[in-house]
């Protein structure tokens, strides 16, 4: 199993990024898929997930900017960051879980400036 994530880097707040993540090896349309990131010095946090029959839930600090959509056919699952703030910047985290499994990508940085 293997979830590969991309479409970090630097932008100046206010501006936009979209975030990929492809999943190998796992049940993609069957599983529910996570976004979590990790600022420097904070704990890791959930951004946003999108269940297999595709209700969304958001953080209250990226609700209304974030989306979260998935394409089964794809096996990709993305994370539309609108109008981002210095304090999105932190490293950001695919994650996919179907019981018992719960899988992890490696990070993609976001780096966001004024």
């Known amino acids: 199993v293997q979830l590969q994530a991309c479409g970090g880097g630097s932008v100046q707040a206010g501006n936009s990024l979209r975030l990929s993540c492809v999943a190998y090896g796992t049940v993609f349309s069957a599983s529910t898929m996570r976004w979590f990131r990790q600022a420097p010095g904070k704990q890791r946090e959930l951004v946003a997930e999108?269940?297999?029959?595709?209700?969304?839930n958001y953080a209250g600090s990226v609700k209304g900017r974030f989306t979260i959509s998935r394409d089964n056919a794809q096996n990709t699952v993305y994370l539309q960051m609108n109008n981002l703030k210095l304090d999105d910047t932190a490293v950001y985290y695919c994650?996919?879980?179907?019981?018992?499994?719960?899988?992890w990508g490696q990070g993609t940085l976001v780096t966001v400036s004024s």
């Open positions: 999108i269940f297999a029959g595709n209700t969304t």
């Open positions: 994650n996919s879980y179907r019981y018992p499994n719960n899988y």
